[in-house]
């Protein structure tokens, strides 16, 4: 969602997984995914990594909204 002019949106979302701020943590799981085939056991680094990446990014969106309103 853009606004006028081509400005980004006041409350950005990640509608494409390339526009999360946790994209290179994904990208790193995927990759040792394909490393490492089915031994998840590998990869677990990496998914403990995306894991808070995606909690700091949840937090971030639930304050940002804290101060928006749904009436005004």
């Not at 949106?9 to 995927?30: E, G, K, T």
């Not at 639930?62 to 928006?68: D, G, H, I």
């Amino acid at each position: 969602m853009a606004t006028k002019g081509g400005a980004a949106a006041a409350y950005p979302s990640a509608a494409r997984i390339s526009d999360s701020p946790c994209y290179h943590q994904y990208s790193a799981s995927l990759k040792c995914l394909e490393e490492f085939g089915s031994d998840k056991s590998k990869c677990q680094d990496h998914f403990d990594v995306y894991k808070e990446c995606k909690k700091k990014e949840r937090e971030a969106r639930l304050e940002r909204n804290k101060t928006r309103s749904l009436f005004s």
